[in-house]
């Protein structure tokens, strides 16, 4: 006999990926915040009815749910970021046989490869996804009079999903692959299968990987499958796993003090040599081909990237708690200061056996100080959540959300702060409890 919490909790799958499905494709007049949070609370209830459904039953389940919520995403063209057409762009000038690095897209150089689906025409160039070149065509892809800011593994992905559709639902497809790819190793890796949902049913995933495909997911999975390497002991392949990710979006270089968690307790062995060793060689020889090919032009738009976000002295727009503290010519370094710290905490008492404890400290830490407005930043951080189960971490991405929607300093500052309560306060609830139910169990011996 069935046992009747996996109907309970296959209708709230239902609900939840039907909630997702208007969030993506508009949902009529109400505003995008409230079926954000709306598929938060289904989320968060199907999670729930999950951890009671019997062990047999739950990897089938949460596979099912991860394909229904990542087809959801299919549903429409993108809603909220046009990063998937600077991707689709990067794919077709690669199919050409040209560099991605080696011209903007603007450049008369290119036209030939113009369409209609990166370059509208007739229809006044009104989109919220459309904007101006500077010979004044009208165009899809962002920031569209510079180079590219994406890495070379990043490349290498635009290139494989071009010849399925050359558009922006080619990517969006590739988005699903890696996203349900990344449930089903979740599933193998994982120590408790269930927290294979906390990735596969997030409501993140539906929205930021598959609808708006961003290139981040391909970086949580090879993290993911790096991670699970090196804790079974395969050091090489580990680090190849980890220094692509890396040359896919370099925010996994901070899983990396995690994989090499518990130093203080042991000298730096063979294992810990060859796993950055690896990870450094698949970084550096990602990029041989393209500098090759484009010289220091592969560092692409990071430079001006960086001063646009916010990151330059004078300029500063994140590191919005340290700010309530702390100058903006202190807050970057006190950041550096802390993310070091942290870092090296876990490298010299870090559990070696669960190397994504250490990693989803450092990337969370880093996340919180840096305060982003970008939330896909945080699939990262949902992907290494759900291998360690600490929950509390997703309202880092939660967070970027938050003030993506709504921006300023205050936002971003109220967003974060809440999720850096939210990080603080957990766990010492959960010790509580803990200490409660010792308690306890101590008075009925």
Request: proline residues 6%; aromatic residues 8%; positive net charge.
């Amino acid at each position: 006999m069935i046992d009747r919490t996996v109907p309970s909790c296959a209708l709230a799958l239902v609900a939840l990926v039907s909630a997702l499905a208007l969030t993506v494709t508009d949902g009529g007049s109400v505003p995008l915040a409230v079926w954000y949070l709306l598929d938060t609370a289904l989320f968060a209830v199907a999670v729930l009815l999950l951890r009671r459904v019997p062990g047999r039953l739950v990897a089938p389940l949460v596979l099912a749910g991860a394909v229904a919520v990542a087809a959801v995403g299919l549903l429409a063209p993108p809603r909220t970021s046009d990063d998937a057409y600077r991707y689709v762009w990067d794919g077709r000038v690669q199919a050409a046989g040209i560099s991605p690095y080696a011209h903007t897209p603007d450049d008369p150089a290119l036209a030939r490869l113009r369409d209609p689906g990166l370059f509208p025409v007739g229809d006044g160039c009104t989109g919220w996804d459309e904007r101006r070149t500077t010979a004044g065509d009208c165009t899809r892809i962002n920031r569209p009079a510079v180079h590219t800011i994406y890495p070379p593994v990043a490349q290498v992905w635009f290139a494989v999903v071009h010849p399925f559709g050359g558009g922006v639902r080619g990517v969006q497809a590739g988005g699903a692959v890696l996203a349900v790819a990344t449930t089903a190793l979740l599933l193998r890796v994982g120590r408790e299968r269930w927290r294979a949902a906390l990735w596969g049913w997030f409501p993140g995933v539906a929205v930021w990987a598959v609808n708006d495909a961003h290139v981040d997911t391909l970086g949580a999975l090879l993290t993911v499958a790096g991670l699970g390497c090196a804790v079974r002991g395969r050091a090489v392949r580990g680090g190849l796993l980890l220094g692509g990710a890396v040359a896919t979006k370099l925010l996994p270089a901070l899983v990396l003090p995690g994989a090499l968690a518990g130093l203080s307790a042991r000298r730096p062995s063979r294992k810990d040599v060859l796993l950055v060793g690896s990870a450094l060689g698949a970084f550096a020889l990602s990029y041989l081909p393209y500098v090759v090919a484009s010289g220091t032009s592969v560092l692409g738009y990071l430079p001006g990237y960086l001063k646009e976000e916010g990151y330059e002295q004078g300029h500063i727009d994140r590191f919005g708690l340290l700010r309530l503290v702390l100058s903006d010519r202190l807050a970057p370094w006190a950041a550096a200061f802390v993310l070091a710290a942290v870092a090296v905490r876990v490298l010299r008492r870090g559990d070696r056996s669960r190397p994504w404890a250490g990693a989803l400290l450092v990337t969370g830490t880093a996340l919180l100080l840096v305060a982003p407005s970008y939330p896909w930043y945080g699939l990262l951080v949902v992907a290494l959540v759900a291998l360690d189960g600490r929950w509390e971490w997703l309202a880092v991405p939660a967070a970027g959300q938050a003030l993506y929607l709504v921006q300023g300093p205050v936002a971003q500052q109220f967003a974060y702060g809440t999720a850096l309560c939210v990080v603080l306060l957990v766990p010492l609830l959960r010790q509580l409890r803990t200490g409660r139910v010792a308690a306890v169990a101590g008075a009925g011996n």
